[in-house]
């Protein structure tokens, strides 16, 4: 096997400086609105269309590199937006670079992190646009500078989310008869629980039969009498995994319904940085972790906040926030390098959408989500639809 870029590291150990033309020239941002496939509900909000920050970093040598930062309808699901992090990334972040060389990672992701706190999907957008950048000067794939792969493919989870059980039995069925999906993650909490627990049982019951494993995501939306109350009726149906049902900083009460259920509890929005996922972890508020860009501010930083939760004794969950495939392909190139990864990953995004801002190097096949292996992030972004969906004015 060849690996991509072995000649050009050759030319730096006989003399030639790795950084040379790798300068960051130029860091440019828009906002595009993608229309979705179909509606896609969460406890607190409902989008028909995904908004992205596209980051374009551009070298001194010419090459370029994609990233991506995705909200959920607006600061909803976070405190971020769009229109925020355009701002922040332009304002702010893009200056911190100024003569800095993509090269640097850690000390560039030290700089962006020092112009701006919190504001993690921001930083991450620009972090992810800089590797893609180094990755196509060095011809190498971002994978490769996160540690090397140690898996080509993913076993990737479907999220139903219309809140009409009738329609979402129709695509499991289409999912899996497909072979993309046999794992579906359902979406609770826009409705009462006694009406959810009536559209689980229904899409449970349809797809009886069928290999299929339900995890559920509940999105801050029970207190923790709702919890202890309807725990006993997911666990009765086969529920594998309940993902973040009581609002963040809730720890000692999700520790208690932790304590009290029969299915482990995935942290998602209650830990963003890592003295987050330790109070989580070291209080058994939650047996996995939901790894996001979005969330831990950078490629090197989401695998620290991996390494943090597999210290804590978590399971590893690679989540995502209906990315595009750039922001996929940002997230597939550090999962495929995590040595564990218990519960696979979602990333269908590029799925969701009427039209990808990708090429289609990120294959679904088989149940799994194929890592695109080229160099950079291994995607090309297809500038005509990224110019039909940007936001005007
Ligand atoms: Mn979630």
Known sequence: MTTPGVAKLADHFQGADAHAGRQIA????MIVDCPTTRRHKLSNTEINFQSYVIVRAELADGSV?????STLGGPRWAEESVEAMKANIDTYLAPALADANALDFELNAAKMAKAASRN?????????????AAGHSLDLPVAVLMGGAVRDKI????????????????EANRKFDAREHRRFKIKLGFNTPDQDMIRLRKIVSALEGKATEIIVDVNQGWTEAVAIRYLPQLAEMGVSLIEQPLRPGLIAATARVAARAAIPIMVDEAAFTGPDII???ISAAGSVYSLKL?????LNEIKRAAGIAQACGMELYGGCLIESGIGAAAHLAVFSTLPRLEWGCEHFGP????????????RFADFHVHCPTGPGLGVTVNEDVLASVARKG
Request: glycine fraction near 14%; aromatic fraction near 6%.
């Open 120 to 132: 993690n999907a921001a930083r991450a957008a620009v972090d992810a646009a800089l590797y893609d």
């Open 26 to 29: 130029k860091i440019e941002t």
């Open 294 to 298: 979005v969330k831990s501010g950078g």
């Open 351 to 362: 799925k969701i959408l009427k039209t990808d801002l990708t090429g289609g190097e990120i």
């Open 279 to 281: 109070a989580n972890g």
């Open 65 to 69: 590199g994609w990233g991506e930062a």
């Open 155 to 170: 076993e990737v989870i479907w999220a139903l989310a219309s809140g009409d059980a009738d329609q979402e039995i129709e």
